[in-house]
């Protein structure tokens, strides 16, 4: 089949690591089911992904086309080659409202150009709301991806979704979000910051979440990345709030074939070093430590957690990153060691350390770790999810928080040590949470539920998986949708069952 035969999809994608890489899993998935799949990013991230890409797409003959736009000039904007989330100073929340605007014209400009090629699906990342004016201009469907999972999409949707029904209320020390199916779901004081209560239309972040949850449902369709079998409840929340628009669970997503050791970004530390270095530890013994691609810890915060993790006498590997504002990009590992870890740390030889990027799939996918510490960012959790790994989580912003709560509480495979951006690990809490998960019968419980949601996600992705057929059902409705005209198009009632 040639591209022109081909439903062609437009999937804008938020610049963020954390998107940006489910958004790529995605995108080959749906190519390897005939779909001509154009990836809309920002030219820095186009140019970060296009040689991870192009081997991984050649190989399988995949019809993706990688688009990297430049912002309009016309908005304030971030300074060229930065236009990454991860690239950014702390704190820039007011330019990246205006940074994610200024991808609008561009885009559009790109569609104009596409001719017969003209997209028949704006696949929408859930954090990007003008699509909801591009598909209207262009007269094409948008159909949202949330990266992020069930849980943690309606929870913020009953926050931010509506100013005028009231779904929050405190309780004693307690914070009450009503309405998610029927039932209440109560929140401690730490599991709720403070600042997504206040509604504070001063603050950018929050200005930024009611946009997106407020054009939530402008959509025709939603695939989100999680799976039937894990958050049951929050999906069929969802369900009711798309009001009979279909949605469709198709996590966990990741590379396509084989774990990939470059994803995102190339790895920092060379594959046979780490896999040999893991080899030569015990089955389950090893705690993996990352917090995602854009939490950069402080020196204090970075050298507390470091005496806990020595005083757990547990060996770690551990993905330090650190802030592009406090360090130069000539500083050296030997600097970084001095001024971010406690003296002698690496001569007593505990664990290893990354500074940068780690292959976290290939770390989680050996048989020595046996825990992974992370702030539970939604593709970690689904991540050691896959893996079976048990988690020690720290939430630091956003949907973070809830997304530990599932873990804790709701999967009961994990155990929360500390929260909050600008929280300082207890050093004694550490220890006693890394040797829980590791060397405990309490641990060894989570680890056997933790398999048991390995074994669910494994069969939601393999043949006759729920997530393989929602993930043909919404092919098959682009097919549906190339083959018929005009209004039919965008008709609410199109039938997109399997
Ligand atoms: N990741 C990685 N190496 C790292 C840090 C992160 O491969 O050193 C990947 C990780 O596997 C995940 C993504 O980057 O797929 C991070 O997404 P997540 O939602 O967990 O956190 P975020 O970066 O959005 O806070």
């Not at 958004?23 to 390897?32: E, H, M, N, P, R």
């Not at 307690?174 to 239309?201: C, H, N, W, Y």
Request: proline letters at 5%; charged letters at 20%.
């Amino acid at each position: 089949m040639n591209t022109l035969q081909k439903p062609h999809v437009a999937m804008v994608t938020f610049p963020a690591m954390g998107h940006s890489i489910p958004s790529l899993d995605l995108a080959k998935l749906l190519a390897s089911h005939s779909l001509a799949v154009s990836y809309i990013t920002t030219h820095t991230i186009a140019q970060r992904l296009r040689g991870l890409m192009d081997k991984s797409s050649q190989a399988a003959a995949l019809d993706i086309q990688l688009v990297g736009l430049n912002p309009s000039k016309a908005i304030q904007c971030l300074p060229e080659g930065q236009e990454s989330m991860d690239l950014l100073p702390q704190k820039s929340g007011p330019i990246v409202l205006s940074f994610i605007e200024s991808l609008r014209d561009p885009f559009e400009r790109w569609v104009e150009e596409q001719g017969i090629r003209r997209p028949v699906c704006i696949l929408s990342d859930l954090f990007i709301d003008w699509t909801v004016q591009s598909a209207e201009r262009f007269g094409t469907i948008r159909v949202i991806f949330a990266p992020c999972g069930a849980f943690g999409t309606s929870v913020f949707h009953a926050i931010f979704g509506s100013i005028t029904t009231n779904t929050v209320r405190k309780e004693g020390d307690s914070v009450i979000v009503d309405g998610i199916l029927l039932s209440a779901v109560k929140f401690t004081k730490e599991q709720m910051p403070e600042r997504l209560l206040q509604l504070d239309q001063a603050d950018p972040g929050i200005r930024f979440l009611m946009g997106k949850m407020q054009s939530m449902s402008k959509c025709w369709g939603m695939l989100v990345n999680t799976f039937d079998e894990l958050e049951p409840r929050y999906l069929q929340h969802l369900k009711n709030l798309l009001n009979g628009k279909p949605l469709w669970s198709v996590g966990p997503l990741v590379p396509l074939g084989c774990i990939a050791n470059q994803r995102g970004k190339a790895a920092d530390i060379s594959e046979h070093k780490l896999v040999q270095w893991l080899d030569s530890k015990s089955p389950c013994s090893v705690i993996y430590v990352s917090f995602g691609s854009q939490a950069f810890l402080s020196q204090e915060q970075t050298q507390a957690l470091a005496r806990g993790l020595e005083a757990s006498h547990q060996p770690f590997v551990w993905s330090i990153k650190v802030s592009p504002d406090t360090v130069s990009a000539e500083s050296n590992q030997e600097e970084l060691c001095a001024s971010y870890l406690p003296e002698g740390f690496m001569e007593r030889d505990n664990g290893l350390v990354i500074w940068g990027w780690a292959p976290q799939l290939v770390i989680l996918s050996h048989p020595s770790v046996g825990a992974f510490m992370s702030h539970c960012g939604w593709n970690s959790t689904l991540e050691s999810i896959l893996m079976g790994v048990p988690m020690v989580t720290w939430p630091m912003f956003g949907e973070q928080h809830f997304n530990s709560k599932l873990v804790t509480e709701e999967l009961g495979i994990g155990v929360q040590f500390c929260q909050h951006m600008d929280g300082i690990p207890c050093e004694d809490r550490v220890e006693i949470c890394v040797r829980c998960v590791l060397s405990s019968e309490e641990g060894t419980d989570m680890r056997k539920r933790a398999v048991k949601y390995q074994r669910l996600a494994k069969e939601s992705v393999g043949g006759g998986g729920s997530s393989t057929l929602n993930l043909q059902a919404f092919v098959n409705g682009m097919h549906k949708l190339m083959n018929c005209n005009g209004e039919d198009r965008i008709g609410d009632g199109y039938d997109l069952s399997v």
